[in-house]
């Protein structure tokens, strides 16, 4: 049976679900405010972007909270270091593999290997991602979260929306905002929100996956 799990930017919407997803893949700000102000609880998966020093021990606090209260049901991570620092720290919490850190992988010499090898070393629970091929070729590998929703295409540290670095404290302009870009070199169409890039939605998703994720 497949698993159902919403990514919700705004903070007061809640269904039905198997698993509710939090935080930013691309925005340690907008992550933080989500652990500040969300009500967690066992179905909660809290994602984060690829963090420096200062970001983590922002966050090692309240997730520690979370953790030994047992209301955090998994973490999204998405840069290697915060996946070896949070396997030391708790050695029984469920961490996936988040999009962007998938990306990395995939433009990786001999990928499925890589992959499979530090699935295996840093016991990830599943891998986080929208590329239906790569979902495909990986399936075996470790449990497949298929993300039904806009396609994620680069994040970037520096904050389109303020124009600071993502690490310093902001406004929150872009908070629950989805911006359309338009440029004459670029053929397709372009999302921003927080400080990642999105594609089209993506329209084709496998029944076999362990769980689909989609976007409210």
């Known amino acids: 049976m497949i698993e159902k799990a919403f990514?919700?930017?705004?903070?007061?919407?809640?269904?039905?679900?198997?698993?509710?997803?939090?935080?930013?893949?691309s925005c340690p700000n907008v992550a933080l405010k989500h652990l500040k102000e969300f009500r967690f609880d066992n179905k909660t998966v809290l994602t984060l972007p690829i963090l420096c020093d200062k970001g983590l021990n922002s966050f090692n606090k309240m997730i520690d909270v979370y953790v030994k209260k047992e209301k955090l049901a998994e973490i999204v991570l998405n840069d290697i270091g915060s996946v070896i620092y949070f396997r030391k720290k708790y050695k029984k919490l469920k961490i996936n593999i988040g999009r962007v850190l998938t990306l990395y992988f995939k433009k990786s010499y001999m990928?499925?290997?890589?992959?499979?090898?530090?699935?295996?070393?840093?016991?990830?629970?599943?891998?986080?991602?929208d590329d239906w091929d790569l979902a495909v070729k990986i399936s075996n590998i470790t449990n497949v979260h298929f993300h039904y929703g806009p396609s994620l295409s680069a994040v970037t540290r520096f904050c389109p929306w303020e124009k600071i670095w993502n690490s310093q404290k902001c406004e929150f302009s872009c908070f629950n905002k989805v911006k359309k870009l338009i440029s004459s070199k670029i053929d397709y169409e372009l999302y921003l929100k927080d400080c990642g890039y999105y594609g089209d939605k993506n329209k084709d998703f496998g029944k076999n996956f362990h769980r689909i994720v989609e976007y409210r």
Not at 7 to 25: A, C, P, Q, V
Request: net charge neutral; hydrophobic share 40%; no cysteine.
């Open 7 to 25: 990514f919700i930017s705004n903070l007061l919407k809640r269904k039905k679900f198997d698993f509710i997803y939090i935080g930013s893949e």
């Open 111 to 129: 990928y499925e290997k890589v992959l499979k090898n530090f699935v295996s070393d840093w016991d990830i629970n599943g891998i986080e991602l």
